[in-house]
């Protein structure tokens, strides 16, 4: 497996650096850096993490009331607590059109949370994209139960066909991860579930904000999974947040995130309680990070609109290309305009792309921010932190086969398609600059 392919999220940052803060510079938005070597005149275009280009008095007045409080622990301190992350859980589940909220201490946490919530243990079967994040497969693992990878197609989410296909009688759970800002096509996924009575994750860590159909993203399945680590829409560096409208999920959920007692708060809020203590751990969200929380969902819908207005200018101006094909959107309204992609048509093309592209300063990669983790050494050789560890020890564990094999539909996405990164604070200039150097390189090389 070539070292491209295994570009994930951090060495695509460290890849592309180059072609977004750099090269192009963080500042003004309307300052042109003039290239001497291109001879043109190349907007300032800020890529990368989003939600920090909108800290501002917000963030530091909700953080001083934390500090003024002496209480930093959400349920107890020298001072009284000032309640941030309630505040935050109840509006983020609100906005998610959700009953409840839980805020933990990043998306990881939360999808650990998830496999809790909805009794995933030995014996069960999870499936999951084979390009998603590593996340998405260790929950399972951790669960003791058994990844099962299905395809991706050009929605860069979860292929339904393959979905089905990987189905088993021991299929307790689909993750479908909405990937790269767009939504996955819930409406066969969910079908598909229901005929085979499997419960649905929705994981929206890359996603938040979305919509399918008109639909919250995280409102549709069973439960769903948000990250607010620093690559993410919204972020207070990291943390993350589990939704459900099922109250004996939630208060699994609850439990576990806070050693697997149920505090008073979470009680009040489904009425009373169902479950018995039980072996949890503590992911329970700090008060800081509550408040910067609440300050960016207060500007949430004001920042997808700002990147979307982008993607969307790009996505208009690149469409007349003749034969140029996109990524496939399910619910184009629902995209959150993380990045732009198109298709090069062979690894060879997409390579020629990606350097021209680089040379006229446009930040590119092939799609980043999750893994082919079927092609991931400790995967294919089911390496855990215990060699007796009960996902791979039963009958179905060990005949299971991770290889590249078992996703060649995968592979030849990821070796076909272009991404090209959107700043939710690029200029008209930027984006038309964006839209016109793919012109030339589309039309040069494929």
Excluded at 420 to 429: M, Q, S
Aim: proline fraction near 5%; charge should be neutral.
């Amino acid at each position: 497996m070539s070292n491209q392919r295994q570009t994930n999220r951090r060495n695509f940052l460290k890849e592309t650096a180059l072609y977004s803060t750099a090269t192009l510079g963080i500042g003004s938005q309307n300052i042109l850096a003039h290239s001497s070597e291109l001879n043109v005149s190349i907007p300032k275009m800020v890529t990368g993490f989003v939600g920090p280009q909108y800290y501002d008095n917000k963030e530091e007045e909700l953080l001083k009331e934390v500090l003024e409080s002496g209480a930093p622990f959400r349920f107890a301190g020298p001072g009284n607590p000032p309640n941030k992350v309630n505040d935050f859980e109840v509006a983020f589940a609100k906005y998610m059109e959700t009953k409840f909220g839980l805020a933990v201490t990043s998306g990881t946490t939360a999808l650990n949370c998830a496999m809790t919530a909805l009794g995933i243990g030995p014996g069960d079967e999870v499936i999951i994209p084979a390009y998603t994040w590593w996340s998405d497969y260790t929950c399972i693992v951790h669960a003791c139960a058994l990844p099962v990878f299905a395809d991706i197609d050009e929605t860069f989410n979860l292929d339904p066909k393959s979905f089905e296909k990987a189905i088993t009688p021991r299929t307790k759970a689909v993750i479908a991860v909405h990937l790269l800002g767009g939504p996955c096509d819930m409406d066969p996924i969910m079908e598909i579930a229901k005929k085979h009575n499997i419960l649905v994750i929705e994981d929206c860590a890359q996603c938040a904000g979305g919509s399918y159909k008109g639909k919250k993203l995280g409102s549709i399945g069973d439960v769903a999974i948000f990250s607010f680590n620093a690559y993410k829409i919204i972020t207070c560096g990291d943390g993350g947040a589990f939704i459900t409208n099922d109250p004996v999920y939630y208060e699994r959920a609850a439990r576990y995130q806070d050693m697997g007692n149920l505090n008073g708060v979470f009680e009040k809020r489904i009425g009373g309680k169902s479950e018995k203590n039980f072996t949890g751990e503590n992911y329970r969200m700090n008060e800081f990070s509550g408040a910067v929380m609440s300050a960016q969902l207060s500007k949430f819908d004001r920042i997808l609109s700002d990147q979307r207005r982008n993607a969307t200018m790009i996505y208009d101006g690149i469409r007349t290309i003749p034969g140029i094909r996109l990524r496939k959107q399910p619910d184009p309204a629902g995209d959150i305009g993380y990045s732009v992609f198109f298709d090069a048509t062979s690894k060879e093309k997409k390579d020629q792309c990606l350097k021209a592209l680089r040379q006229k300063k446009v930040s590119c990669s092939s799609l980043s921010g999750s893994v082919l983790l079927p092609t991931e050494e400790s995967i294919m050789n089911k390496r855990t932190r215990h060699p007796n560890w009960p996902s791979f020890t039963t009958p179905e564990g060990k005949a299971i086969q991770y290889n590249p094999d078992i996703c060649r539909q995968t592979l030849d996405v990821y070796d076909r398609f272009i991404q090209v990164r959107v700043g939710p604070k690029f200029t008209e200039e930027a984006d038309k600059y964006i839209i016109n150097a793919i012109k030339s390189v589309y039309s040069e090389i494929v």
